[in-house]
């Protein structure tokens, strides 16, 4: 029984983990984090509406080079925490580099959870609208989050069988 909780409790932590990174990759690299009537934005150009071929590099201010850096150690720092939580879990001697993992994980949304905040606070007042990219981006934060403490509760598992069968 406690082995069929901890499969649930990897998969679980492997599926949130790679949605996040699919989501915050998509999230990066779209233009859809604001719009209003006559444009649409994300981080890095800004657009006419109806037009994406007359985009413009957005000016980058201290705080979107902020948001930009934050989500990209997000990313980074989201998927390296996967692997190594993914490579240490089975590996009754490796239990510290899927400890690693989670923390890793759990830094990845640390940074999201702070761009998405910094994000908010700087574009909230001129926008008239959050666009998808900005929901993928708080999705990311949160599904980090659940990852992290599912794969916490994973190698916590793992541990006590370990000590168990020992």
Same mark, same amino acid.
């Given at each position: 029984?406690?082995?069929?909780?901890?499969?649930?409790? !990897?998969?679980?932590?492997?599926? /949130?983990?790679?949605?996040?990174?699919?989501?915050? @990759?998509?999230?990066?690299?779209?233009?859809?984090?604001?719009?209003?009537?006559? =444009? $649409?934005?994300? @981080?890095?150009?800004?657009?006419? *509406?109806?037009?994406?071929?007359?985009?413009?590099?957005?000016?980058?201010?201290?705080? @979107?080079?902020?948001?930009?850096? %934050?989500?990209?150690?997000?990313?980074? %720092? #989201? %998927?390296?925490?996967?692997?190594? $939580? &993914?490579? #240490?879990?089975?590996?009754?001697?490796?239990?510290?580099?899927?400890?690693?993992?989670? #923390? %890793?994980?759990? !830094?990845?949304?640390?940074?999201?959870?702070?761009?998405?905040?910094? =994000? &908010?606070?700087?574009? /909230?007042?001129?926008?008239?609208?959050? #666009? $998808? &990219? =900005?929901?993928?981006?708080?999705?990311?934060?949160? @599904?980090?989050?659940?990852? /992290? /403490?599912?794969?916490?509760?994973?190698?916590?598992?793992?541990?006590?069988?370990?000590? *168990?069968?020992?």
């Amino acid at each position: 029984m406690v082995q069929a909780i901890i499969i649930v409790l !990897f998969v679980v932590t492997k599926l /949130g983990a790679w949605v996040a990174c699919t989501l915050g @990759l998509k999230a990066v690299t779209s233009n859809y984090w604001t719009y209003t009537d006559s =444009y $649409y934005a994300g @981080l890095w150009k800004q657009c006419p *509406e109806r037009s994406t071929l007359t985009c413009q590099t957005m000016e980058a201010t201290a705080s @979107l080079n902020a948001v930009r850096a %934050f989500v990209i150690m997000g990313i980074v %720092f #989201g %998927f390296i925490g996967t692997i190594a $939580y &993914s490579s #240490g879990f089975w590996n009754r001697r490796a239990i510290r580099v899927a400890q690693a993992g989670y #923390g %890793f994980i759990y !830094f990845g949304a640390l940074c999201w959870t702070v761009a998405m905040i910094v =994000y &908010s606070v700087t574009y /909230g007042a001129a926008s008239v609208a959050w #666009g $998808y &990219s =900005y929901a993928f981006g708080w999705a990311c934060s949160g @599904l980090l989050n659940f990852a /992290g /403490g599912f794969a916490h509760a994973s190698v916590s598992k793992q541990q006590q069988q370990i000590s *168990e069968a020992a």
